[in-house]
């Protein structure tokens, strides 16, 4: 399984460490766009439908929070991360929408991240236009892919602090308002 993180942990982190946070990760990621969503229990990695957070964890979560995933690729060489409802994918998207075996993220030529849909999964569009199965397409920074019901955007590096530096902006203005 492949590191998976919420959106306002990493926010948080980012205001910590602060150019540390960049050396700490420094690789693209996927976010899941906020949405009614659950890590699953122990035992239950294959549901049939979306969850909400289990009882005693949803007074912790954000409203509006999501899941990102970490991208990597293994020193030099290539990586392949399937994303898909099945507990064997790197990247799981407990989510009846999605099929077990959706799409495979790899990187290309000079390290570019592809997506590639799955063949005989339900489609995948990215930016709006459906994939054809088996073509691997490149990502560019701030892609979204829909896969029934779940979104996701790509983000480099680049692009994904520029989303944390606004979110920790914004975190940091509501907690000026509410100490003066």
Known sequence: MAR????S???RQHLVLKEKFRARYPHP??????GAWNV???GRQNIASTQLPVSDLRDCLPAGDALCFELVAVGDSSATLPLGRASHN???IND???SRDHLVLSTGPYGQWMVEAVPKSSPVKLDGVELEPGKPTPLMPGARLELGDV???FHDPTGFYSRLDRLAASLS???AARAG
């Open 173 to 175: 203005q509501a907690a």
């Open 96 to 98: 009846a929408t999605v």
């Open 9 to 11: 942990l990493l926010v």
């Open 90 to 92: 790197a990247f799981v």
């Open 4 to 7: 998976s993180l919420l959106l």
């Open 40 to 42: 699953p229990e122990t």
């Open 29 to 34: 990621w996927l976010v899941w766009e906020a």
């Open 151 to 153: 979104r996701l955007t």
